[in-house]
């Protein structure tokens, strides 16, 4: 994360603890506008103190927590925790399958016939 400019503003990782306390209902997202003092580890550094309001949207491989996508707006209306979550619950969940379904087909591909062709269909 840190050799990767574009990564650094845009990526951050957190303890597990800190998690559980963002998301206190585990896989269900959380909107907030008051309190997000623990949300900052969340945000870029440089921005973090413009942010009023969040959607902390979780995402799990196998059922676990592996990551979230996080928005977070000037707006303090624009996320509050008495708004529907609805539909990024169902996003969360068709995207957590897809992961899971994914990493499961990457533990039982077939053997391939190795060649001499690149990935991406590029060749030497």
């Known amino acids: ?3 990767s400019e574009s ?6 990782v957190i303890s597990s603890e800190l998690c559980e306390t963002m998301l206190p209902e585990g896989l269900q997202p ?7 003092q623990p949300f900052y580890k969340l945000m870029p550094s440089q921005r973090k103190y413009f942010v009023r309001s969040v959607a902390v949207v979780p995402f799990a491989l196998g059922g676990q927590i592996i990551g979230t996508w996080n928005n977070g707006d000037a707006d303090a209306d624009r996320y509050t925790a008495q708004m529907d979550t609805a539909l990024l619950s169902s996003l969360a969940r068709r995207i957590s399958a897809q992961l ?8 039982v591909a077939p ?7 690149q990935p991406g269909g590029l060749h030497g």
């Open 1 to 3: 994360v840190n050799a």
């Open 7 to 12: 990564l650094k503003g845009r990526l951050c």
């Open 30 to 36: 959380v909107l907030a506008n008051k309190d997000l």
């Open 100 to 107: 899971t379904q994914l990493a499961a087909s990457k533990h």
């Open 111 to 117: 053997d391939h016939k190795q060649d001499n062709e």
